[in-house]
């Protein structure tokens, strides 16, 4: 049972940035794919960024441009850098690990981080 521990979270005055971090408690030479995703009160979940084993990246068009994810592999970590925040990227930022090992899929979630982007 793999556990991800996420960090970074915060109040933040809209214009500046955050860094969350997803840390796994284990590493994994499996087929895997990190993401970040978000929900905002009243509202779903929704991906915003994620990224493979082999480090393709996929973004959400809201955030295309402002944030970045990233490994760091040898921390089993997956940072969300976010720059030029906004109000509406206000919510709880949830990392989430899919790993794919032969037929079997595994998805792991964390617990949620709230960030909080003041106008």
């Known amino acids: 049972q793999v556990q991800l521990v996420e960090s970074g979270g915060g109040l933040v005055q809209a214009g500046g940035s955050l860094r969350l971090s997803c840390t796994a408690s284990?590493?994994?030479?499996?087929?895997?794919?990190t993401a970040w995703y978000r929900q905002a009160p009243g509202k779903q979940r929704d991906l915003v960024a994620g990224?493979?084993?082999?480090?393709?990246?996929d973004y959400a068009d809201s955030v295309k441009g402002r944030f970045t994810i990233a490994r760091d592999n040898a921390k089993n970590t997956v940072n969300l850098q976010m720059n030029s925040l906004k109000p509406e990227d206000t919510a709880v930022y949830f990392c989430?690990?899919?790993?794919?090992?032969?037929?079997?899929?595994?998805?792991?979630w964390g617990q949620g981080t709230q960030v909080t982007v003041s106008s």
């Open positions: 284990e590493s994994t030479k499996s087929i895997n794919y």
């Open positions: 990224i493979s084993h082999n480090g393709r990246t």
């Open positions: 989430k690990l899919i790993i794919i090992t032969g037929p079997d899929r595994y998805d792991y």
